[in-house]
Every structure is written in C-alpha cells, then in structure tokens.
C-alpha cells in the first residue's frame, strides 16, 4: 500500500527553524517527483515545493524562497523541508504529495507547524 | 503565482448537477491540458478526482467531471450526493517553475 507519513511539525517561534520529513512506502521512490503543499488553518491549499527525482532541480513558491529547503535521500525513501527564518504566517498543515503526472496520486496526512511567540 | 479563481461556494440539492469554475491565466490554466481537481473533507487529506483537465481516477465515480474552455477550467458533479459536501480545489501546472492551487470551493448539499 502506497503511503507518505509526515514529522516534525511543532511549535516554533518567529525567526526560528525547523525540519520536516516525509517517509514514503509502497512507491518506487526514486521515480517521483516531490511536493510540499501547506495549508493555513481554515485556508485553502497553496503549493510550497518541488524536488525531481534526483535532486537536480529544486523550485519554490516566492513566499518561501529563500528561506525553505527542499531535499531527499532516494536510498531512505525520504524528502525533507528545512525552514528557516519562519514567520507567522507560516503557520500551516504541511502534507507532501506526490504522483507520476503533474497531479498527485498520494498525499500525506499533514503535519501542523505553528509560529508563534 | 497568483492563485486560481474559484467560486466561494456552490450548493445543489441531491441528484440535482452542479458545476465549478477555475479560472487562470494562459500561463496556467490555458497553456497546458494539466488541470486536476482535489476533494477535501474536514481534518481530511486532499483525495484526487480529476486529473489531465478530464480523465478520472480509478475508483472515482463518473458522476465526477472535468473539461476545459480557454483559461477557465470545469468540474461538473451530477446526481449530488451527501457524500460529496466537501472542499474543493483546482491545480494547475503553470511552466516548469511553478504550480499553482484555487482558492476553493465549499460544495453544500442542502
């Protein structure tokens, strides 16, 4: 069965960082391209980013780049997002997705990150 | 970037039709047959319903459609069912740096 699992979501304060994961299983990983996607309580859904699927090409939303990375490890079946410089209006459910068009087929079950003093 | 335009909300009576707009831009919507539509129930994960502007996932019922004209994009669901009282967005590739999400809509089943 195909399945993303998120972590490390949490609270965080305003100019902090954090990191998060996306365990990926019943895919063959190294295949897909990955997304983040995230979603501000009670908000729509807005894209975050994108890695190929072999890292050679990373692409952001503006209104995290600059202070979001997106990376993976084929050999672990993972994607990450290191975030720095969060903000409050950062504050979100952040689900990877993923799929072989340019839709998504599997997505998370989201993990809230929360920026607050 | 700017999101794509969808309507705040729709609503329909059971069995009845009822039909969503998306509307982009010819940098999005219009410039590529890659326009696919997410159902989203509260505290639930997006579930795909179309994808490649018409074409339906497995599972999906075909009381769920999709078509394109120009820049706006189209999701029809005929033969309403409680079931489908939900959220839903557009999604759109929009060039090889970008891809872009509807604002959403509320679908009430009254």
């Known amino acids: 069965e195909e399945q993303l699992v998120e972590s490390g979501g949490g609270l965080v304060q305003p100019g902090g960082s954090l990191r998060l994961s996306c365990a990926a299983s019943?895919?063959?990983?190294?295949?897909?391209?990955m997304h983040w996607v995230r979603q501000a309580p009670g908000k729509g859904l807005v894209w975050v980013s994108r890695i190929n699927s072999d890292s050679t090409s990373t692409i952001y939303a503006d209104s995290v780049k600059g202070r979001f990375t997106i990376s993976r490890d084929n050999a672990n079946n993972m994607v990450y997002l290191q975030m720095n410089s969060l903000r409050v209006e950062d504050t979100a459910v952040y689900y990877c997705?993923?799929?072989?068009?340019?839709?998504?087929?599997?997505w998370g079950q989201g993990t809230l990150v929360a920026v607050s003093s | 970037q700017s999101a794509l335009t969808q309507p705040r909300s729709v609503s329909g009576s059971p069995g009845q039709s009822v039909t969503i707009s998306c509307t982009g831009t010819s940098s999005d919507v219009g410039g590529y047959n890659y326009v696919s539509w997410y159902q989203q129930h509260p505290g639930k994960a997006p579930k795909v319903m179309i994808y490649?502007?018409?074409k339906r996932p497995s599972g999906v019922p075909d009381r769920f459609s999709g078509s394109k004209s120009g820049n706006t994009a189209s999701l029809t669901i005929s033969g309403l069912q409680a079931e489908d009282e939900a959220d839903y967005y557009c999604?759109?590739?929009?060039?090889?740096?970008?891809?872009?999400f509807g604002g959403g809509t509320k679908l009430t089943v009254l």
């Open positions: 490649d502007v018409s």
């Open positions: 997705a993923t799929g072989l068009g340019n839709y998504y087929d599997y």
């Open positions: 019943g895919i063959t990983f190294s295949s897909y391209w």
């Open positions: 999604f759109s590739y929009a060039g090889p740096y970008a891809w872009v």
